[in-house]
C-alpha cells in the first residue's frame, strides 16, 4: 500500500468546490470515473471525500486497468 496525498490524487474545482477523482478510482469499494464531480454528502461506505481535503489517502495503484483503489485515510 502506498500514500497518496489528496491534491495528488483529487482535483478541486474552483467554481464549485465539487471534489473530482483524477484516475479512475475505487474508493472503499465504489468505483468513480475520472474527472467526474463526486457530490457532497456522498458517502462511500462512511466516508465522506469532502471531509479529508488536503488528508493523505493510502492505497494501490492498478498498472493493468490504470486505476487507483483508495483503502484508508491517515
Known sequence: MYRYH?????GVNPQTQDVYPLYNTW???Q????YVSIP????FGGINIYQFIGRDFGGNFNTINNTL???TVY
Open 69 to 71: 483503489n483508495l483503502i
Open 31 to 34: 468505483f468513480y470515473a475520472q
Open 40 to 43: 457532497r454528502g456522498n458517502s
Open 6 to 10: 489528496f491534491f495528488n490524487i483529487f
Open 27 to 29: 474508493i472503499n469499494g
